[in-house]
């Protein structure tokens, strides 16, 4: 079975560009996250689609990230302008829907995007 | 944002020896919880979920104490192969603890 697949694997931008990331999740998944980890810290959830709706978005610094999922399946994570505090993986990852009283699957990760923002 | 927290190590052990990490969450209503395992420069991958009654798999042991909002982690018998990062999970909403790092020294 393939696994979540990400692109790019690595960006390198200057700060106030714009960069893109693409996310295909495991067959299926209805659920798609992304997330953000800083070097030594924990991934830092963006967002939570359930098929093309997002479920939690409370994190997602919305004034310059966006991201969509429009046909349920492959999702963009944008950010516009990047700053220098964005240098990070980020970390897409799908499940299966959360199954009775909201208890959640496991999640499957890709191998993630390293940004750094000069 | 509700916090998980957990002490970040690192935890240096020698083979063969017995390990515990621990976690708490600060949101009374999370209902699922899971330890993920996270090698350097690598994704995480899912070690075990943590249920009510406590579960073994192996080597691992994973206890739920709802009481007292704290999940903990024992790996028996160390192996080199253990050496990681232990991120502790707790939802909802699906929040992620910083991770304990455990370096397993031959």
């Known amino acids: 079975e393939a696994g979540v697949a990400q692109s790019p694997r690595y960006k390198i931008i200057e700060k106030r560009q714009s960069v893109a990331f693409w996310c295909n999740p495991i067959s299926g998944h209805a659920t798609l996250y992304w997330y953000q980890q800083i070097l030594g810290q924990g991934p830092k959830l963006l967002i939570q689609f359930q098929n093309n709706g997002v479920v939690d978005d409370s994190q997602l610094p919305k004034d310059r990230f966006s991201a969509e999922r429009l046909k349920g399946v492959d999702s963009t994570l944008k950010i516009q302008p990047a700053k220098l505090e964005d240098s990070a993986v980020y970390l897409c990852?799908?499940?299966?829907?959360?199954?009775?009283?909201?208890?959640?699957?496991?999640?499957?990760f890709g191998p993630g995007t390293r940004l750094t923002v000069l | 944002r509700k916090e998980v927290e957990q002490d970040p190590g690192p935890f240096n052990v020698p083979e063969g020896a017995t390990v515990a990490f621990n976690c708490t969450y600060s949101n009374s209503a999370s209902q699922s919880f899971f330890w993920y395992r996270q090698d350097c420069r690598k994704e995480p991958k899912l070690l075990m979920s943590?249920?009510?009654s406590g579960n073994e798999d192996g080597r691992f042991t994973a206890q739920l104490n709802r009481a007292s909002q704290y999940i903990s982690l024992l790996i028996r018998d160390s192996k080199l192969s253990d050496s990681a990062t232990y991120l502790c999970v707790a939802s909802l909403p699906l929040v992620f603890g910083k991770g304990t790092r455990l370096s397993v020294i031959a």
């Open positions: 990852a799908s499940s299966s829907p959360p199954g009775l009283r909201g208890i959640d699957n496991e999640q499957f």
């Open positions: 943590v249920y009510s």
